[in-house]
């Protein structure tokens, strides 16, 4: 999608990837359908921890294999979330919001029913479910006859940027790859400047998808195939959300934004350029949305 | 678009025209532009009432040729609108919202200025720009291989219906045309049961652009090529308002969830056929929609 407005706004060519109207309304469910469908013929049960997008994609997966699912969410994962999990017909299993309780969870919930875990972001199944966006995106620019100078991406765990650095560097090593996250959630920076991974820290930002710790597999990936990764603003995360709201008329959730908001607050970076940004989800209720306007003042 | 999820929903194959995709956010753009292509070279001014959508289209349509434009608002249409139109350069003259004092304040504004007016509906070009949502409509349907069985559109001055309903009747006779209003503004139905124009009615309605009388032309070409009307109650365009935003991620105003309200409230007429539903417009503001779903309590 493209919107002549943000265009103007934006001094640039941008591209909108869809990945809210993807399966289960986030681009998580080709990851989960990767890995499913690799999965040996008896299995019975496949387990995951998850904030949200990631669980409902396994759900879904599972349940088009007619494999049941278990998925460990955070007890601060949002209602529509939690729904959407339960609507493909997975077991919801509760646990403190931090890593250390999904984990030990999961790990509990695996000993107990030896459960098949599909994690949601370091494992190589995922990192190349998601590298799909990629190369999607490569075929449809060239369908249009052109090739991007950027593609945008946001960052949590780092599945999705990975899987796009890997298959861009590929498929299409002339363009920049760049990784966004929000400045209240950014080890995925720290890390990449660092060269080593960073692990502490407390997430403070609304993008909740994006409240995850960089995994192995993705940071050494991210290292090799991604040019830079930027931070925006809490501020900027919801002028972008509003504007993609009520320009492109697509509803999107607020970790879907941090790609535009990147192109606004590092404008320089981006003037006169095509870039393709990766809207990655669409998974919140109005009443949510209403509340975290609200809270802005 | 089409969405799984709904069509289960409904027990009916879904295809939805997104007309909120268009230019200024509604099917409005396709009527204006028809008709100021039509305007004679000289044309310095254009004017018109509209309560929103049909404004921002002929400000839309009139700055893409440099003429100038000036629109009569009631009071109460919605800031979205408002700005929108304001946006694209044209002068807001408001009023009460009521059509006497809409067309006498327009009447003043054209004897003053000699605007040259493009009513919002009643009108031959209007009408025709808007029917080519539905040649468009047949045109993509044929390419994905199949006839649609009913095509369904929300009425409120008419103009949509009556273009969709001429050129279906031309290019597909085959295709039932079915319009849709909120039971609180029901002077469509009225009129098209009784054979004559209804005039009078208080409408009642959060569908804001539905709540105009059915124009003269209009029904006339309504009663010769629209099969039937049926109307929709407030609760059910509210859950199909929020099914479309929440299932389709397509950010769309109340007027435009009526055709959905349809086929969930007269599920037995729609059965396992092929529906086509215009989602004609999505100028809302979050604010406004959050307020109008508090207001559901």
Redesign the interface.
């Given at each position: 999608?493209t919107s002549s407005t943000l265009n103007r706004a934006c001094g640039a060519d941008l591209y909108f990837k869809c990945e809210?109207?993807q399966k289960v309304?986030a681009f998580k469910a080709r990851g989960a359908a990767n890995a499913v469908l690799q999965l040996p013929e008896a299995t019975a049960l496949v387990a995951t921890h998850s904030s949200g997008n990631h669980g409902a994609a396994l759900a879904w997966a599972a349940s088009e294999r007619n494999i049941r699912c278990k998925v460990v969410m955070p007890d601060n994962a949002p209602d529509?979330k939690k729904r959407a999990v339960a609507a493909y017909g997975a077991d919801i299993v509760l646990c403190q919001p931090t890593l250390e309780a999904r984990e030990a969870t999961l790990a509990k919930l695996v000993a107990e029913t030896g459960a098949h875990v599909v994690p949601p972001f370091d494992d190589k199944r995922i990192i190349a479910g998601q590298g799909t966006v990629a190369q999607e995106i490569i075929g449809q620019c060239r369908e249009l006859g052109f090739s991007p100078d950027l593609l945008v991406s946001p960052v949590g765990g780092g599945g999705l940027l990975a899987g796009i650095g890997l298959a861009v560097s590929a498929l299409a090593p002339e363009v920049k790859v760049l990784g966004a996250e929000p400045a209240g959630a950014d080890d995925a920076q720290r890390s990449f400047r660092r060269g080593e991974r960073v692990t502490e820290q407390e997430p403070d930002t609304i993008a909740d998808g994006l409240r995850t710790t960089l995994g192995v597999r993705n940071f050494s990936l991210i290292c090799r195939h991604v040019n830079d990764i930027v931070t925006v603003s809490e501020a900027g995360i919801l002028e972008a959300l509003?504007l993609l709201?009520?320009r492109t008329?697509?509803?999107?959730e607020p970790s879907a934004a941090v790609g535009l908001a990147a192109v606004m607050e590092h404008r320089a970076r981006f003037r006169n350029k095509r870039v393709v940004i990766v809207l990655t989800g669409?998974n919140m209720?109005?009443?949510a949305?209403?509340t975290m306007?609200d809270g802005r003042g």
């Open positions: 999608m809210h109207l309304g529509a509003s709201w009520h008329k697509q509803w999107v669409g209720d109005l009443a949305a209403a306007l």
